[in-house]
C-alpha cells in the first residue's frame, strides 16, 4: 500500500512552508513571482496561487497589492 499522492498545489505550499522553517525564507522575504515558480517547480498558474493562497490562510505569508508576496511574521 502506498501513500496517494499530493496534489501539486500542496507539494508547493509543503516546500515554500519548508524553506520558512528552515531559515532559508525569513519574515519579510518576498516570495519568487508566480512566473518564477512555475517554472521552478514546473507547475501552472492555477497551482501556484492555491500554493499562496493556503500559505496565507494558514498565515505564513502575506500578499501586499501590487508587491507581492511576502514571508509573514509569526
Do not use: C, N, Y
Not at 522553517?21 to 515558480?37: H, K, R, W
Request: charged share 15%; net charge positive; aromatic share 4%.
Amino acid at each position: 500500500m502506498h501513500m496517494p499522492v499530493k496534489p501539486k498545489w500542496e507539494q508547493l505550499a509543503d516546500h515554500i512552508r519548508g524553506q520558512i522553517e528552515s531559515g532559508v525564507l525569513t519574515p519579510g522575504d518576498q516570495l519568487p513571482s508566480t512566473a518564477q515558480l512555475k517554472v521552478q517547480h514546473g507547475v501552472s498558474t492555477t497551482v501556484v496561487r492555491q500554493a499562496i493562497l493556503v500559505l496565507q490562510t494558514q498565515g505564513w505569508v502575506q500578499g501586499v497589492h501590487g508587491l507581492g508576496v511576502f514571508v509573514a511574521d509569526r
